[in-house]
């Protein structure tokens, strides 16, 4: 199997704009990616606090929350024959939404400047890839 950079580029932009280019998250679906009882884990301000505490203080605690993943400006690149022989730059696109209306509803959105990189093995025609990276791609001086 062969793709070209600017194949994969193509495809990338192609899939962009479409709905699987979207990764959407609410507590049923959490629940059911993981193959737990449905409830298990909880989708709220708190319950993700300890590692994104900011939704916490804009939405308030134990509100239920969605978010929607997506990305733009996907761009590939390879480097064969080397531990990381793919390299990935988007834009992720983050969108929190308090879809209840909890203290005045709304939603936080934000883009992030990411980098991906990996190793990517064909297999009896089933691609396998280990992620060896998964940066976000920000100046130092902003964190």
């Avoid at 733009?72 to 480097?79: H, I, V």
């Avoid at 730059?89 to 991906?116: K, S, T």
């Amino acid at each position: 199997m062969a793709v070209s950079e600017a194949a994969a580029n193509c495809a990338a932009k192609q899939l962009e704009g479409s709905p699987l280019g979207n990764f959407f998250m609410n507590e049923e679906n959490l629940n059911e990616f993981l193959y737990l009882t449905p409830g298990t884990l909880k989708m709220t301000t708190s319950s993700i606090a300890s590692n994104i505490k900011i939704f916490e203080e804009i939405f308030g605690p134990n509100v239920p929350i969605e978010i929607d993943l997506s990305y733009r400006d996907m761009k590939f690149s390879f480097a064969p024959d080397t531990d990381i022989d793919l390299h990935v730059e988007y834009i992720l696109q983050m969108r929190v939404i308090d879809r209840w209306g909890n203290n005045g509803g709304g939603q936080f959105y934000d883009e992030i400047p990411m980098q991906l990189g990996g190793k990517v093995e064909l297999h009896d025609n089933i691609i396998h890839g280990e992620i060896k990276y998964l940066n976000m791609n920000i100046h130092e001086k902003y964190g």
